[in-house]
């Protein structure tokens, strides 16, 4: 009883941030655009105007449930590991020379290019958790200065390795027609990608919520000196978590590759890492609240995206709203005392039916 | 071989270091403010994006280069007192407020050259005058020395400069020592009455300016117009040789210019048909290895005491 209330405390404030970002924005759009109510209503219902457009939404999920359930591994453990950002890149790249590489049946072909792909995506966030495990270097820093590590390493094994001299930008050759993702609605592009990232929100959950590891990793994430004393080895928690976590955004680039791509293309890092720490920030770093809040964020996008291309708003608008819903939702002062007088009452209740004692 | 040790060591070589190592240098001295006044610095990035673009607009519309500086470092020190706004009194996650300010500059700074210019990469279509470039009697006509130090830009001797300032100021001053207090521990601190909050305002003040400085060196000095993304890691980069500089002004100071003379260097070997990419990655490689190295030390000391 007390927790649902304490929930609906969360929902109200995510409810709360995520309205006044969209006010912000409007107030936004009504001081400088020309024709502000075309505008909001493309960005506000556009979206749904076409089998095509709810299409776009499904597509732009894809990478951002990959890289938010990533951010909700990384951060349960109590790091602010910021490398998935990297991590997807560089799973992309893996996924490049997993896909041109080999000569295999195409099924196993496909198979092995995303297992290049985890790996790579897990090699790379492990190395600022063992750098803060061993070294007790801040994983903040080091993984911010890894991302730029990635995306130069990653141009220049594309550059040098899988170049197609015929195109005029840093392309790739074209992957073989057998490792691109089958679509599966007809008119739009979606394809098995979201599948595979409905599974992976499956399995984070289980991981996280049925397993001895997941029930560790958030142990040590809340309180890592209780955790030593317990006799966790806390260093390997995180290790694990970490790489799990990189290896989730790693996969998230090998399918956003050959879901959406035919040839690896990217000049500089996509930005989809960051949009993780926003999809984990209003799922609560709850897996199963991911796919909803990639919903959210997906839906702005194609909404911002149709607003930008018929009115005189730029798309880059969007990034108002993050900004706004990432600090409103993690202030706690918001609603503290709507939060309070619950708790209050709650108490008071529970103290007047005489529950307290029996407890 | 020689060839490359020419390059490297030439004076051409130490006065690209200091050049580059402007924007850093500001960055992590406006770290060093924060981290002092105990307020997370994952938002320098965006401060200085925000403050570069602060810096041309001011410059354009005013026609006067140091009205564009000065532009830049209100809004800094702004930007800086709403992060402080927003993770003091709204108790928001100081880091997570952090990315919120980076992402919102990343978008605001496009949204706000589509307005003025009607592109989104750049504001080069736009007349704004630079910071000048000073050459300094009697070193200019000194052999070596001359064109290494002589010939900076405005921004990279008020750096240097402040440096010195700032050093006096958080060791000597009685401000400087309550900034630290309440960075260090804001609960004794409140006990003896500092009043908390002032202080983590002044110190926000700050350092938002330092970050604005050295955003407008960025498109005042470095080149000489606002373009996306410009600040390209250096806000982060500063938060790097803050640590590595252990927070003390001539610590922050020196790994500036490590950092300075990897970037100057890769800019070097760029020209001798080196794979670029792999050269592009050495700050920030170095950067790692740096920190990792520090912290470890830092460990054993703890661990041995």
């Known amino acids: 009883m007390k927790k649902n209330k304490l929930a609906l405390v969360e929902i109200l404030r995510t409810i709360v941030a995520i309205t006044t970002s969209i006010l912000i924005v409007f107030s936004i759009i009504l001081l400088v655009s020309d024709q502000p109510l075309s505008a909001i209503s493309d960005f506000l219902f556009g979206p749904l105007k076409s089998i095509r457009r709810i299409g776009n939404v499904i597509e732009a999920m894809v990478p951002i449930i990959f890289t938010g359930l990533s951010v909700t591994m990384l951060y349960r453990a109590g790091l602010f590991n910021l490398s998935m950002e990297g991590a997807f890149f560089i799973g992309s790249v893996a996924a490049t020379a997993g896909a041109l590489l080999f000569d295999l ?35 903040l820093v080091t993984s911010l200065m890894l991302n730029y590590v990635c995306l130069y390493i990653g141009l220049f094994i594309i550059t040098t390795y899988f170049y197609d001299p015929s195109m005029n930008a840093n392309y790739s050759y074209l992957f073989p027609e057998s490792m691109l993702l089958k679509k599966i609605i007809p008119g739009t592009r979606i394809n098995t990608g979201i599948i595979v990232a409905m599974v992976m929100v499956i399995l984070s959950w289980l991981l996280l919520n049925k397993t001895s590891f997941g029930y560790k990793v958030t142990l040590v994430g809340k309180n890592k000196t209780m955790a030593r004393y317990s006799g966790l080895n806390t260093g390997m928690v995180i290790l694990g978590s970490q790489l799990i976590g990189g290896m989730i955004a790693g996969l998230g680039g090998a399918i956003e590759l050959f879901g959406m791509y035919k040839r690896f293309q990217y000049s500089g890092l996509p930005g989809y890492g960051w949009d993780g720490v926003l999809i984990a920030i209003v799922a609560r770093y709850k897996a ?39 600090v409103l939702i993690s202030a706690q002062a918001i609603l503290k005392g709507y939060r309070q007088r619950l708790i209050i009452k709650e108490a008071k209740e529970l103290d007047a039916t005489g529950v307290l004692e029996d407890e | 071989m020689n060839n490359v040790l020419d390059l490297i060591f030439s004076t051409d070589f130490l006065f690209t270091t200091i050049r580059v190592m402007t924007p850093i240098l500001f960055a992590a001295l406006a770290c060093m403010i924060f981290t002092k006044g105990g307020i997370d610095s994952i938002g320098t990035e965006g401060i200085m994006l925000m403050c570069s673009l602060a810096g041309v607009l001011g410059s354009h519309y005013t026609q006067n280069p140091f009205l564009g500086m000065l532009t830049a470092v209100i809004v800094g020190s702004l930007l800086a007192c709403l992060f402080g706004y927003v993770t003091l009194s709204l108790k928001s996650e100081p880091v997570l407020a952090g990315i919120a300010l980076n992402t919102l500059a990343s978008g605001l700074t496009i949204f706000i050259i589509y ?55 958080i060791y000597k001053t009685p401000t400087g020592l309550r900034i630290r207090s309440v960075g260090e521990n804001p609960d004794a601190a409140k006990s003896i009455g500092i009043k908390v909050y002032k202080y983590k305002y002044i110190a926000l003040i700050i350092a938002g300016a330092l970050a604005g400085l050295g955003g407008s060196f960025m498109s005042m000095g470095y080149v000489s117009f606002f373009s996306k993304e410009m600040v390209a890691g250096r806000g982060f980069i500063g938060m790097a040789a803050e640590s590595m500089g252990r927070g003390t002004p001539i610590g922050v100071l020196l790994s500036s210019l490590l950092f300075g003379a990897a970037d100057s260097l890769a800019i070097r070997l760029q020209m001798l048909n080196l794979p670029v990419q792999l050269i592009q990655t050495i700050p920030y490689v170095v950067t790692i290895i740096a920190i990792a190295i520090y912290s470890y030390s830092r460990t054993e000391k703890k661990i041995s005491k």
């Open chain 1, 288 to 326: 199963e609240y991911v796919p909803l809040s990639a919903l959210f964020l997906a839906y702005l996008r194609t909404g911002a995206d149709i607003m930008s291309r018929s009115t005189d708003i730029p798309f880059e608008i969007i990034k108002i709203i993050q900004a706004v819903v990432i």
């Open chain 1, 105 to 139: 049946p195409p099924v196993i072909n496909i198979i092995v290019a995303m297992l290049f792909a985890a790996l790579a995506g897990g090699l790379v966030t492990s190395i600022p958790a063992m750098l803060k495990v061993k070294c007790n270097a801040n994983e």
């Open chain 2, 115 to 169: 307005y003025v210019t009607g592109e989104k990469g750049s504001t080069q279509s736009l007349m704004s005058p630079t910071l000048p470039n000073i050459h300094i009697p009697l070193l200019k006509d000194m052999p070596i020395l001359g064109s290494i130090l002589s010939g900076h830009n405005f921004i990279t001797y008020l750096g240097l400069l402040l440096t010195v300032v700032l050093a006096l100021f």
